[in-house]
Protein backbone atom coordinates (compact mmCIF):
# COMPACT_ATOMS: atom_id res chain seq x y z
CA UNK A 1 0.00 0.00 0.00
CA UNK A 2 1.09 3.73 0.59
CA UNK A 3 4.70 4.31 -1.19
CA UNK A 4 3.90 7.58 -1.08
CA UNK A 5 3.84 10.88 2.13
CA UNK A 6 0.98 12.94 1.89
CA UNK A 7 0.77 16.02 3.30
CA UNK A 8 -1.96 16.41 6.04
CA UNK A 9 -2.67 19.59 8.88
CA UNK A 10 -3.81 18.62 12.28
CA UNK A 11 -7.67 19.67 13.25
CA UNK A 12 -7.74 19.34 16.21
CA UNK A 13 -6.38 16.67 19.10
CA UNK A 14 -8.48 14.33 22.08
CA UNK A 15 -7.57 11.65 24.37
CA UNK A 16 -9.96 9.84 26.90
CA UNK A 17 -10.59 6.90 28.21
CA UNK A 18 -12.80 4.22 26.54
CA UNK A 19 -13.91 1.01 27.49
CA UNK A 20 -10.99 0.34 29.53
CA UNK A 21 -8.42 1.62 26.63
CA UNK A 22 -6.36 4.80 26.81
CA UNK A 23 -7.09 6.52 23.48
CA UNK A 24 -4.92 9.77 22.36
CA UNK A 25 -5.64 10.87 18.59
CA UNK A 26 -4.93 13.37 16.03
CA UNK A 27 -7.61 14.35 13.23
CA UNK A 28 -5.43 15.21 10.04
CA UNK A 29 -7.02 16.74 6.78
CA UNK A 30 -5.47 16.22 3.06
CA UNK A 31 -5.88 18.59 -0.10
CA UNK A 32 -8.97 16.90 -1.06
CA UNK A 33 -10.86 17.47 2.58
CA UNK A 34 -10.62 13.75 3.86
CA UNK A 35 -10.04 12.70 7.60
CA UNK A 36 -8.50 10.42 9.48
CA UNK A 37 -7.07 9.60 12.89
CA UNK A 38 -3.66 8.92 14.05
CA UNK A 39 -4.37 6.89 17.32
CA UNK A 40 -2.22 5.89 19.84
CA UNK A 41 -4.32 3.23 21.85
CA UNK A 42 -3.46 0.62 24.84
CA UNK A 43 -5.18 -0.88 27.24
CA UNK A 44 -3.51 0.22 30.71
CA UNK A 45 -0.56 -1.46 30.48
CA UNK A 46 1.46 -3.01 27.05
CA UNK A 47 0.96 -3.33 24.31
CA UNK A 48 0.99 0.13 23.15
CA UNK A 49 -0.41 0.38 19.62
CA UNK A 50 -0.17 3.12 17.13
CA UNK A 51 -2.17 3.27 13.66
CA UNK A 52 -4.02 5.42 11.56
CA UNK A 53 -7.99 4.92 11.02
CA UNK A 54 -10.21 5.81 8.24
CA UNK A 55 -12.88 5.35 7.28
CA UNK A 56 -13.40 2.42 10.54
CA UNK A 57 -10.51 0.71 9.35
CA UNK A 58 -7.01 0.39 10.62
CA UNK A 59 -4.00 0.62 9.25
CA UNK A 60 -0.14 0.92 9.89
CA UNK A 61 1.33 4.23 9.81
CA UNK A 62 4.46 5.76 9.20
CA UNK A 63 4.62 9.97 10.24
CA UNK A 64 7.28 12.37 9.61
CA UNK A 65 7.31 15.46 12.12
CA UNK A 66 8.45 18.39 10.97
CA UNK A 67 10.38 20.99 13.27
CA UNK A 68 8.88 24.51 12.92
CA UNK A 69 5.49 22.47 11.48
CA UNK A 70 3.57 22.24 14.88
CA UNK A 71 -0.20 21.70 12.63
CA UNK A 72 1.47 19.29 9.63
CA UNK A 73 2.78 16.49 9.10
CA UNK A 74 3.65 13.82 6.41
CA UNK A 75 2.14 10.49 6.59
CA UNK A 76 2.10 7.23 4.78
CA UNK A 77 -0.44 4.60 4.96
CA UNK A 78 0.15 1.11 5.08
CA UNK A 79 -1.40 -2.33 5.06
CA UNK A 80 -5.06 -2.25 7.00
CA UNK A 81 -4.23 -4.38 10.35
CA UNK A 82 -6.46 -7.27 10.68
CA UNK A 83 -4.90 -8.40 14.13
CA UNK A 84 -6.57 -5.74 16.16
CA UNK A 85 -8.44 -7.06 19.00
CA UNK A 86 -12.25 -6.06 18.58
CA UNK A 87 -12.29 -4.78 22.40
CA UNK A 88 -9.89 -2.39 21.36
CA UNK A 89 -11.38 -1.63 17.83
CA UNK A 90 -14.53 -0.78 19.66
CA UNK A 91 -12.70 1.32 22.14
CA UNK A 92 -10.94 3.39 19.48
CA UNK A 93 -14.05 3.82 17.27
CA UNK A 94 -16.27 5.23 20.22
CA UNK A 95 -13.29 7.83 20.57
CA UNK A 96 -13.85 8.72 17.34
CA UNK A 97 -17.82 8.87 16.93
CA UNK A 98 -17.43 11.10 20.84
CA UNK A 99 -14.55 13.27 19.19
CA UNK A 100 -16.34 14.04 15.93
CA UNK A 101 -19.51 15.07 17.74
CA UNK A 102 -19.52 18.88 17.51
CA UNK A 103 -18.66 20.75 20.38
CA UNK A 104 -21.66 22.24 22.70
CA UNK A 105 -21.24 25.84 23.64
Known amino acids: ?15 GIFDGFNVDGFQYE ?10 T ?3 G ?3 INCYWVQDKKFFGVKIQIFPGFLNEIQLQKMDEILAITEAE ?5 KAIVEWEKPLEV
Do not use: Y
Request: charged content about 30%; aromatic content about 8%.
Open 1 to 15: MGDQFERLIRKQNRR
Open 30 to 39: NASGETGWQI
Open 41 to 43: AWP
Open 45 to 47: RDP
Open 89 to 93: RNAVL
